[in-house]
């Protein structure tokens, strides 16, 4: 038991007394990153700590205004890095996603990846239209799978050394109730997809790194109507700010393969772990209130 919450917890232990960031640009000889889901949230500060460390950077979202505001705001910190946008709209099928990260990006050498793109529903799953899930998923799931395809298959091909990163979330552990069963199941997905790869990857140079934040209190929330509601942050006990899951990440690339950010997502991991997925959905179908979510209609890493 004390070996099983010592491996739990040691990655969280060594992030969060990590005071300074790890230099991927020296370390791992990053020239160029891709960051999906940059113009806000985790994605952006993952961005602003590529750019303070000489990193050029890709990002990559569907709203080309933000993406500006965000290159605005990069170039203060760095003047001498490149930044490149790419007003993409992940909810698209498969191929479109593909050959347009492919087209936009064929020229530059880009040895990390960071999936980050994604969003939240809430809701009834049977009331949500067959529309509202395949964008989601799409986002969610099938952009990730597609982009990391496309710089698997170039990098193995040229022998490039290169890192993939997914933004998972601790849902992909356990059952809330206030989410949807669609964004759990894609939270999930990444968890598996990235875990796997990175068992087999390692042969090929590449390393995987998947990171499950737990809440982040200032996300940005959706509206009924489909619209950004900027003054309706994320609130939740032993939430997180952006800033600080994003400098977990970054200094968990090439260290680990799966990693928490914060001891409130290491303790619902152990939990799982510890008293299995049926107790776990057991206890929750009796205590729907102790994983509370926002009752907003959706959240977008944007």
Request: hydrophobic share 40%.
């Amino acid at each position: 038991m004390l070996l099983m919450v010592g491996l739990n917890f040691y990655p969280t232990i060594y992030l969060h007394f990590q005071k300074e960031i790890q230099n991927v640009k020296k370390l791992y000889n990053v020239e160029w990153a891709l960051v999906t889901g940059s113009s806000t949230g985790i994605g952006k500060e993952m961005a602003k700590i590529l750019v303070a460390q000489g990193v050029n950077v890709v990002l990559l979202s569907s709203n080309e205004e933000r993406l500006e505001q965000c290159k605005n705001d990069l170039l203060k910190i760095n003047t001498d890095v490149e930044i490149k946008i790419v007003a993409l709209d992940l909810t698209k099928a498969f191929d479109h996603v593909q050959k347009t990260v492919a087209e936009a990006t064929k020229d530059l050498p880009i040895s990390l990846v960071i999936n980050n793109a994604g969003y939240a529903l809430s809701g009834k799953f049977q009331e949500l239209t067959s529309e509202t899930l395949s964008s989601h998923i799409n986002c969610n799931v099938s952009s990730h799978v597609a982009i990391t395809h496309h710089f698997y298959k170039m990098w193995t091909e040229k022998k490039v050394k290169g890192y993939f990163v997914f933004t998972a979330s601790i849902v992909g552990y356990l059952p809330f109730p206030n989410l949807n069963e669609a964004y759990s199941g894609a939270k999930g997905y990444l968890r598996m997809f990235s875990n796997t790869m990175s068992a087999k990857s390692k042969k090929d140079g590449i390393s995987c790194l998947v990171m499950h934040p737990g809440p982040v209190h200032n996300s940005r929330f959706l509206n009924k109507s489909g619209h950004f509601n900027d003054e309706t942050p994320a609130k939740f006990t032993f939430s997180q700010t952006a800033d600080v899951v994003a400098k977990h990440t970054i200094n968990a690339i090439g260290k680990f393969t799966s990693v928490e950010s914060g001891w409130y997502a290491t303790l619902v991991k152990l939990i799982k772990n510890i008293s299995g997925l049926n107790f776990v959905s057991l206890a929750l179908k009796l205590t729907p209130d102790i994983f509370t979510a926002p009752k907003a209609i959706s959240k977008k890493n944007n």
